[in-house]
Nanobody, 126 residues
Framework: QVTLVESGGGLVQAGGSLRLSCAVS????????MGWFRQAPEKEREFVGG????????GYADSVKGRFSISRDNAKNTVYLQMNSLKPEDTAVYYCAAVQVLYYTVGYTAREYTYWGQGTQVTVSS
């Protein structure tokens, strides 16, 4: 059974930082591209950041470039999203996702991902 479990969300003031983690089990993590998405109330799910299977390539939404950083630890089957300089507009449920195809590069759209976590709430107060 494939499971992706996000953690690290919470309430933070504007300008603060959070690090999200996503622990993956039930599939081969080290050869698989991963991504982070978010969904705010009454808005569509949007891409936040992605990392290739090797970790050598990353991509980010324009809205988070320079503030967020994605990384992975293959020994722990975990992908991270470091979020700095948080803004109230970053408030959303954050989801991690894994692609099905091995040795994939960075995926920028939700349709490229097959496996999804349940999400973790991030709330940024002004």
């Amino acid at each position: 059974q494939v499971t992706l479990v996000e953690s690290g969300g919470g309430l933070v003031q504007a300008g603060g930082s959070l690090r999200l983690s996503c622990a993956v089990s039930g599939l081969t993590f080290k050869n698989r591209a991963m991504g982070w998405f978010r969904q705010a109330p009454e808005k569509e799910r949007e891409f936040v950041g992605g990392i290739s299977w090797s970790g050598g390539n990353t991509g980010y939404a324009d809205s988070v470039k320079g503030r967020f950083s994605i990384s992975r630890d293959n020994a722990k089957n975990t992908v991270y999203l470091q979020m700095n300089s948080l803004k109230p507009e970053d408030t959303a449920v954050y989801y991690c996702a894994a692609v099905q195809v091995l040795y994939y590069t960075v995926g920028y759209t939700a349709r490229e991902y097959t496996y999804w976590g349940q999400g973790t709430q991030v709330t940024v107060s002004s």
